[in-house]
Nanobody, 123 residues
């Protein structure tokens, strides 16, 4: 499975961005998709994830109320909409796919990873 994350960029604090994660696999609708991020010098952290059917979405505490994850299985794409961005959100954002179809906050539960897209938020 190849995952392509896109949509990152440089924005000011308070702005919004929507990241996309596109997959080239006909079994995409059976995978859970997770979003993670990693800032320089920090370990990778869970942002949120969506179950294969889209029926369950979970978020890390910092993402609740500001970030929204959705998916369009017809387009093999998952989205991460980020509102009211803060400088602390600056990181490289990765999407990952879990064959289990179950959302998990642990990166070891994911089988495939995209290359990441950089998000930089200036103050």
């Amino acid at each position: 499975v190849q995952l392509q994350a896109s949509g990152g960029g440089l924005v000011q604090a308070g702005a919004s961005l929507t990241l996309s994660c596109a997959a080239s696999d006909h079994k995409f609708n059976t995978y859970a998709i997770g979003w993670f991020r990693q800032a320089p010098g920090n370990s990778r952290e869970y942002v949120g994830g969506i179950r294969h059917s889209g029926g369950r979405v979970s978020y890390a505490e910092f993402a609740k109320g500001r970030f929204t994850i959705s998916r369009d299985n017809g387009k093999n794409t998952v989205y991460l909409q980020m509102n009211n961005l803060k400088p602390d959100d600056t990181a490289k954002y990765y999407c990952a796919a879990a064959e289990s179809g179950v959302v998990a906050a642990f990166d070891s539960m994911y089988d495939y990873w995209g290359q990441g897209t950089q998000v930089t938020v200036s103050s």
